[in-house]
């Protein structure tokens, strides 16, 4: 893998998190390479989407550290990070419902440029944000649904759109949350190629339940079990690490 | 969109001409009614876009009409020379601050919490004011007179008319312009998902406290056309009140859509005017009204307006008119039918009445609908029973057949037809 090669982008230093008494990040070290598609696994209860939002800010870390391009952003707010080039989607549907889908995408492409209290000029003539949003429509395959409003879109056209959404403000590291989560098996497919394509070139994240899509899209694989990760590696190393067979995937085959 | 321009520029011709043949009191009406319309399209930029509920804009509205005062004051002592016809300026300028202020601690939190600091701070001025002689100058309040100026004497009301009808324009228009901006986009990202604004990198704190202290600003231009038809403001401006009043208006009109406030506030208005001249259940009459659009077309007389010119092409209108017609007349008999219940109680119930029976030992006819009635005749009773029931079996059967003919030509958006439906829920 040439990713081995690339420079760190995600760098997460001994992230601790507890609520309370319940500690929910023991101690997490984690390496996300330039331009690779890492997969966060791992059971319920695990923690993963407490680390992803530890990363985007949602939540303050109890402990350690996180590191963007070198930067430190743990303890940052959600927009801050966000301008710095990490953005995420959401595990439920996280859509500005009664909008329509072109100015779901345009509202980040308006971030991307920084367009934030712009009172004193019309959105329409504005044409590189215009064009911008209506080519991020077509690279998520909802031209044809540009008008409609968000709500009235189905489930994986949703899910998309939300892609389109985090693609919009430019960011260059993504986090998706499960986003092929509720899914038949044709729109997984679907979402999987979609996801390949428009994260070309891109650092991305993801939290994923579908092992075939872990494996199948993925370049490294981190199992995260009771707040620590587990093991980081190929989807080869994963599948053949005993640990993780005894810990997490053996336990899936029962099932 | 060329059909709506037209209807503006109709709407607006009329209020420029129609008014001067109008006696002053129907002036005083209009002019009310426009700073209702400003105040309700203001607040509506907080609820309808914002997605921010506020039960404390009196504050603001109230804010404007004070600074207008003082300046006025000012003015009329040959303090400040300050032209009559900006004066919204200064009350635009300080109703701004104070909503910047005001919003950035409200704003921190939303849904019922942030309805309740805003009501908290509204009700702190109201319960400072009358103490505050100085500054509010206490329960009787500020006086002052308005100066000439621009070859104006504003002496008449028809020339505070029109002063308060360009500034309710120009305002409406600002405030129109704004939903076109970038910023009036985000607006509506914020009222849908704030967090997801967020994620995407807008500052939503800051955000909200903007939509709030421009929200505030265009309410203090309501209030400053107040002080400055009225000449006085007293800290009854602040009350609950006027800031229940505002949400009425909005939601009557519809907070959906952009011209929904406004067409509530001036029907309410109006309505308030005509009625409150005829019978003291004039509230009641309102009230009745609110619950009915609540329940029965929730997206409110704007919500039913626009339904119907999204689907005007789908619609087959003859065969409408018929069901449409009988709607009206039946909608007719069951508000006689009320109508006439509640005047004759106002009458029989009211102390004058049983003083007359007291003294004279007998029940007197009453006058409702220009007839006299004997408080005792089985007719009197049965009356209203044979134009409430027939009326609601027909408001049922015309809703009904409405629906039926709504839902034919429904093709293949299905939302569109959201609000009628609900409009005819009433019926089944």
Redesign the interface.
Known sequence: MDTVMQPDVLVIDDLQKHFGGLEIMRGVDLTIKQGERHALVGPNGAGKSTLFNLI?G?HRPSGGRIYLRGQRISGL???QI??RGL??S?QIT??????SAF??I???V???HG??????????P?RA?NDEAHALLQQVRLDHRADN?A??LTYSEQRALEIG?TL??GAEVILLDEPTAGMSRDETAYMVELIRQVTEGKTLMMVEHDMSVVFGLCDRISVLVYGRILATGTPEEIRSNQEVQSAYLGEEEEH | MRYALIAILALLALLIIAPPLLGTGWQYALINALIAALFAAAFNLLVGQGGMLSFGHAAYFGVGAFTVIHLMQSVEYGDIPFPTVLLPLAGAAVSLLCGALAGFFATMRSGVYFALVTLALAELLHSLAPHWDEMFGGEAGLSSMRMPSLGFTFGSTLEVYYLTLSWVVICIGLLY??T???????T??L???E??????????H??KI?VFAISAMFSGVAGSLMAISNETANYSVFSTQVSALVVLHTFVGGSTIFFGPIVGACVLSLFTFVVSGVTHSWMLYQGIIFVLVMLFAPKGIGGVIQAHIEQRHALPWKRLAAPYALATLAGLMVACATVFVVQSLEIVLSREYAAAVARTGEYAPYTVFAREWQVFHPFTWLFPVLLLVPGLYLLRRAFARIQTLWDKDDDD?G?IAAAPRELMEGGH
């Open positions: 985007s949602e707010k959600p927009e966000s301008r953005t995420r959401f996280n859509v500005f419902s009664r909008m100015e779901n345009r509202i980040g308006m971030a991307r367009i934030r209290f712009n009172l004193y000029r019309r959105i329409k504005m944000i409003l709500s009235d959404m919009a403000t | 312009a704004y076109r901006t970038p910023f009036g986009r985000l509506l990202a009222r849908d998902n967090q997801r604004i967020r994620f995407m990198g807008f500052n939503a800051g955000t903007v958006d939302d």
